[in-house]
């Protein structure tokens, strides 16, 4: 197997080597795209959904503006 030329072995933390596999144009594509795959949650958070904290706020906001009705009355 043949090592991207950005990375040699052992010099590199595993997130720089998956990154020179996917940035190696030499390399078999599907190697590529697994290499992509697997850096992806290093690189970027997951969004994650508002807990019950979050949601209990923002119902409590609503609830504090009142209904459409009572801003259409004042």
């Known amino acids: ?3 991207p030329q950005m990375v040699a072995a052992g010099d590199a933390d595993p ?3 998956l ?3 996917m940035r190696d144009p030499n390399a ?3 190697r590529r795209d697994r290499a992509a795959i697997a ?3 290093y690189l970027h ?3 994650e959904a508002p ?3 979050a949601a209990a706020e ?3 906001a609503e609830a504090e503006r009142g209904t459409v009705w009572e801003r259409l009355l004042s």
Do not use: E, H, Q, V
């Open 1 to 3: 197997m043949r090592l």
């Open 15 to 17: 997130l720089a080597y």
């Open 19 to 21: 990154l020179s596999i």
């Open 45 to 47: 958070a997951k969004m």
């Open 28 to 30: 078999d594509p599907a």
């Open 51 to 53: 807990g019950k904290k």
């Open 39 to 41: 850096a992806l949650p």
């Open 58 to 60: 923002a119902a409590a």
